[in-house]
């Protein structure tokens, strides 16, 4: 396949994979992708082929950057010592550990490739550590552990994994040259990642001052920062690009946003950015990861040494083998820390930990890009030509670890925690909002909090209420214009938070209450034509309007139209719409007052008609939700105003007045904001998060304003 095509399907398997996930959240987004990935290699004989160096440069390069430019930073210090040791010193026991035990179980892969395999399977995905935290509400020195290990193990790992292959290629390894070379391209790595970055935020500052602030160019150079890093820390320094852009993206979380260069909307439009490229990026690993299962599985099927269920048997023991060694060192890991801790407080509780926290935090070592983007980075030759030695059985038996450790977080988690939330992975979380919650187990403890729906439906309320406040005759037309917009946003937060029944409920009385207004606004459709007040040619527009109307509603409720089944109707139908068609090729200009005045009346009809209905002593008007009639009300009025006729100068006052009112609006749903957080309906999280939405709907109406200049 030609590479444009590729990257053409891989990113629309990418959005087909994330609307997938949402119909079906309980299953992670990385497997749909692996499932995806397996599906168009076997249905469209797909392959990609990969290079080592690009694939490193283009996916771990930005991804690693990403992470250690996102992580908080009062975590990262307060937990500089177990991130330190928990990155470095587990990783290498997994490698060390696990190769050994690797190669005991596959006698026929040689000792460095069983290191190799090893190493690559030691990092875990972030985003799926912090997601089981927070779900599994983990005490607080195991969270240390997790959150550690999953900034810098991508490092170490890769560091690890690049020496076993350099050992299985060369056929050469000396403990003491590696150690020396471990420390020179670790120490040189970290200092020219910190040195680059410096660079690279001097020179923006110094463009910032010489008023080059052109947002679009100081994104595209945030971008391009991790390939730069890890370019020129390879080519030139020949260190490691990894741990490179590890702390360039540490460096530039604590001093890439300082007052002199920070703008509101560079940073909001590079986080976007950024949001996109790691979601597309994350996406492409893991349907490489299908797409390439076929060929790891064929040539393990042709393989005399080993069959396919034995490979997937050493799958598994291989899981059980990297979970053993991460639950027995989280075990040890608390038990010390919390000795230590009753040493200086001899009330301090030991409750939380235990052997269920211990495998919890175990559970949550799933396997994500950076072990594929590694394990696919797997030479295909060694240096005197021969194949590399089961290259296929470590990509194959990688590529099950993977989606062995997705699967059973994914049926095991809801089992042993208590939180049922769905496992997000770094494939689909990619805002540093989930990170900064998920790091702070206790944020969501207190049951009295709102839902976001319910607070969301509090601001939208008063926001309403004050544009009533606001309303006045000059401005009516924009005052319902804003009111039905909100209240189209009400009525869908409103229906989300009722059941099933109530719901039902609902949905029925509004239908009939439409019913009404339909009828009303029939009546007088029939009336102006009556009193020759319009044209033949306007009712018969207006009657296809309203018959359309009449049909979505039926389709809606899920009853057939049985209107127009004889041969009569369908000629009288076919007849009418023959004249439409008629009079569409006529200039709109003919009946544009005619329809105008239909508008009007129409929806006068309509609010009569309801008015009629609920004065009728047979109606019990308290059965229908409140929101509902006003809505319909609304509706109507809104109709009536745009009904009238409108010169460019009231246009452009339209246009005015409609802005105002709806900077009144964002201004009740900040101060909304603030009330249900000084009265502890809701935390500061999700007040920041509703504040950031206020904010988007605020930056779109300053962007139609200029646009309208």
């Given amino acids: ?48 082929p990969l290079e080592t160096d690009w694939f490193l440069l283009l996916f771990i390069a930005p991804l ?129 990642g910190v040195i680059i970055i410096a660079l690279i935020l001097i020179a923006e500052n110094w463009l910032y001052r010489q008023g080059i602030n052109d947002v679009i160019f100081s994104t595209v150079l945030r971008v391009t920062t991790p390939f730069v890093v890890y370019l020129i820390t390879e080519e030139l320094f020949h260190a490691s690009g990894v741990i490179a852009v590890v702390a360039a993206g540490i460096v530039f979380h ?16 590079s986080e976007r950015t950024w949001d996109i490229i790691i979601y597309t990026l994350n996406g492409i690993v893991f349907l490489i990861l299908g797409i390439e299962l076929p060929i790891a599985t064929t040539n393990v099927i042709k393989n005399d040494n080993i069959n396919t269920f034995a490979a997937f048997g050493i799958s598994f023991v291989a899981w059980l083998i990297l979970l053993a060694i991460r639950v ?23 409750k939380m930990h235990s052997f269920k926290a211990a495998l919890l935090a175990g559970l949550s070592g799933v396997r994500g890009a950076v072990t594929m983007a590694g394990v696919l980075s797997i030479p295909v030759v060694v240096s005197n030509g021969q194949a590399f030695p089961s290259r296929s059985l470590a990509l194959f038996v ?69 544009i009533e406040e606001e309303r006045r005759p000059n401005n009516q037309k924009e005052a319902y214009d804003l009111i039905l917009d909100y209240q189209f946003v009400i009525r869908r937060l409103e229906l989300k938070l009722q ?91 003919d009946i544009a007052d005619e329809l105008a005045l239909v508008q009007r009346e129409q929806a006068k009809g309509a609010i009569k008609q309801l008015s009629d ?17 006003y809505h319909l009300i609304i509706h109507y009025r809104n109709q009536i105003e745009l009904a009238k006729e409108h010169s460019k100068k009231q246009i452009r006052d339209h246009s005015l007045q409609y802005q105002h009112l709806r900077i009144k609006a964002l201004a009740a749903e900040r101060e909304g904001v603030q009330v249900l957080l000084e009265q502890g309906h809701i935390d500061w999280a999700m007040a920041a998060h509703l504040r950031q939405y206020i904010n988007y709907s605020e930056t779109v109406l300053i962007m139609d304003y200029q646009n309208a200049d």
């Fill in 613 to 629: 209905y609920f004065a009728r002593d047979d109606i019990d008007n308290n059965r229908f939700d409140s929101q509902s009639v």
């Fill in 1 to 48: 396949m030609h590479i444009l095509e590729a990257v053409i399907l891989l990113m629309a398997l990418v959005v087909i994979s994330n609307v997938i996930d949402h119909f079906i959240p309980a299953i992670p987004v990385s497997l749909i992708q692996v499932v995806l990935g397996l599906g168009v290699a076997l249905i469209m004989r797909t392959s990609i």
């Fill in 398 to 466: 990688a590529a099950c670890v993977i989606i062995i450790s997705l699967v059973v977080a994914t049926i095991m988690l809801p089992l042993i925690s208590e939180n049922k939330a769905p496992l997000l992975t770094r494939a689909n979380s990619t805002g540093d909002d989930e990170l900064e919650a998920a790091a702070d187990p206790q944020a969501n403890e207190d049951n009295h909090f709102i839902s976001e729906d319910e607070a969301q439906l509090y601001i939208m309320k008063l926001a309403v209420q004050r």
């Fill in 254 to 269: 604590f001093y890439g946003t300082a007052p002199d260069r920070s703008q509101p909307e560079l940073t909001l439009v």
């Fill in 499 to 589: 059941n099933k029944q109530e719901m039902a409920s609902i949905v029925s009385d509004e239908l009939a209450l439409r019913r009404v207004a339909l009828q009303g606004e029939r009546q007088a459709i029939q009336r102006l034509y009556d009193d020759q007040k319009i044209s033949r040619e306007t009712f018969l527009v207006a009657s296809e309007r309203l018959q359309r109307i009449e049909r979505q509603m039926i389709h809606s409720i899920g009853k057939k139209i049985r209107v127009g089944r004889g041969t009569v109707q369908q000629f009288i139908r076919l007849k009418n719409r023959l004249a439409l068609w008629q009079i569409q090729r006529k200039s709109h200009d």
């Fill in 328 to 350: 027995i060192w989280i075990y040890a890991y608390q038990s010390v820390s919390a000795m230590r801790v009753k040493k200086s407080n001899p009330q301090y509780s030991n």
């Fill in 64 to 192: 690693l950057f990403n992470d250690g430019r996102r992580f908080p930073k009062k975590e990262l210090w307060k937990l500089r010592g177990p991130i330190l040791a928990n990155a470095i010193v587990l990783v290498f026991l997994t490698t060390l550990l696990g190769g050994l035990l690797f190669h005991v179980i596959i006698p026929t892969m040689p000792f460095s490739v069983s290191f190799a395999l090893a190493a690559i399977l030691s990092p875990t995905d972030p985003v799926a550590v912090q997601s089981i935290s927070q779900r599994a509400n983990l005490p607080e020195g195991v969270l240390h552990i997790v959150s550690g290990e999953s900034l810098i193990n991508d490092a170490s790992g890769l560091i690890a994994f690049k020496y076993a292959i350099a050992a299985t290629v060369t056929g050469v390894f000396s403990i003491k040259a590696a150690a020396l070379d471990f420390i020179y391209i670790s120490v040189m790595g970290f200092v020219s």
